[in-house]
């Protein structure tokens, strides 16, 4: 896979940026997944930690308790998504969590250039403020926070870039979304934005991004030469 950190010039100039939460702004999705797999084999839901990134990166976890509860073909039970979400955050607060490097210094350089931005995650608020915390980045964002409880549908569905783009007054095409996931990916351009897919994950499907549209970086730092702020 080419990697375009080499592209010349800015070429995106959008009026607002709106970043995904885990695997853009935070590194969570190797401690979050390996946890994942330990609890679906809890249930008889036996899948690899590769797998699990594959399937279930950027989705809400109501859709992969969907998923599995299909594959198994019973229900979990309505205790799962607590407990899910309970024993996620115990593995965070171990200290495993940490910003994505350069994203601070990139959100730094929009707020210093007055470039519009915001979060627009799968997760539940309180997860993304637990994250966002631990790693310092919450001040920097904590009054442009949107949850995918805010709509009716996540991810793969454009509710929750629309919802966001008109909470924060701009229009979906004058947005541009950063991703690392194929359904957020899937996503950004349902709601007709623009996507940037970062790669600095080894286990992003970097083809994925590229296939369903998004321009692909493997370096944060990179989007300070592409984005005109």
Not at 17 to 28: W, Y
Not at 30 to 48: C, K, Q
Not at 158 to 181: N, Q, R, T, Y
Request: charged content about 20%; glycine content about 10%.
């Amino acid at each position: 896979m080419a990697d375009n950190n080499s592209a010349m010039a800015s070429f995106f100039s959008p009026s607002l940026v709106i970043f995904d939460c885990d695997g853009v702004l935070v590194d969570t999705e190797p401690v979050a997944n390996r946890l994942l797999v330990r609890l679906m084999a809890e249930v008889g839901y036996d899948i690899s930690y590769e797998e699990c990134r594959r399937l279930f990166v950027g989705r809400s976890l109501g859709a992969v308790i969907a998923h599995v509860e299909e594959a198994l073909g019973r229900p979990l039970g309505a205790h799962w998504p607590d407990y899910i979400r309970d024993e996620t955050l115990k593995e965070f607060a171990k200290g495993e969590v940490s910003a994505i490097p350069g994203v601070e210094e990139l959100v730094q350089a929009f707020r210093a250039a007055g470039m519009p931005y915001c979060v627009a995650s799968s997760g539940k608020l309180e997860k993304m403020r637990f994250t966002l915390g631990a790693t310092g980045l919450l001040p920097l964002v904590e009054d442009v926070l949107y949850s995918a409880q805010m709509v009716g549908r996540g991810k793969p569905a454009p509710d929750l870039f629309l919802h966001a783009a008109k909470e924060m007054g701009h229009e979906p095409a004058a947005c541009l979304v950063i991703e690392d996931s194929v359904p957020g990916v899937q996503a950004a351009v349902a709601a007709g934005m623009p996507v940037i897919g970062y790669t600095g994950d080894p286990h992003t499907d970097a083809a994925g991004l590229e296939r369903e549209g998004a321009h692909v970086v493997s370096d944060m730092s990179a989007l300070s030469r592409i984005i005109d702020f």
